[in-house]
Nanobody
Framework: EVQLVESGGGLVQAGGSLRLSCAAS????????IGWFRQAPGKEREGIAC????????YYSRSVKGRFTISRDNAKNMAYPQMNILNTEDTAVYYC??????????????????????WGQGTQVTVSS
């Protein structure tokens, strides 16, 4: 059974940093791309980052590029976004997702949740002003 569990969310002041984790189990983690998405209250889910299975390519949305860095540790079946210079607009529930065959091109025109078949339950990030 594919399982993704996010952790590391919490309350942080604007300008601060937070590192989330995504623990994977039940599948060949190294063969899967990992995507990160977030959903703020009243808004649609937004795709913010993607890292390919072999760590060869990454995508970042315009809203997080330059502030967030994603990484993965295939030996530990873990993936991480390091989130810096957080602002109140980053407040959302953050999700990791996994699927095979996603190249995570840096210049995706449309990076959407439909690309991923497996999802975690999400972790809340709240940025206070």
């Amino acid at each position: 059974e594919v399982q993704l569990v996010e952790s590391g969310g919490g309350l942080v002041q604007a300008g601060g940093s937070l590192r989330l984790s995504c623990a994977a189990s039940g599948f060949a983690f190294g063969d899967y791309a990992i995507g990160w998405f977030r959903q703020a209250p009243g808004k649609e889910r937004e795709g913010i980052a993607c890292i390919s299975s072999n760590d060869g390519s990454r995508y970042y949305s315009r809203s997080v590029k330059g502030r967030f860095t994603i990484s993965r540790d295939n030996a530990k079946n873990m993936a991480y976004p390091q989130m810096n210079i957080l602002n109140t607009e980053d407040t959302a529930v953050y999700y990791c997702a996994a699927d095979r065959g996603i190249p995570c091109y840096s210049d995706y025109v449309a990076f959407t949740e439909n690309m991923f078949g497996s999802w975690g339950q999400g972790t809340q990030v709240t940025v206070s002003s």
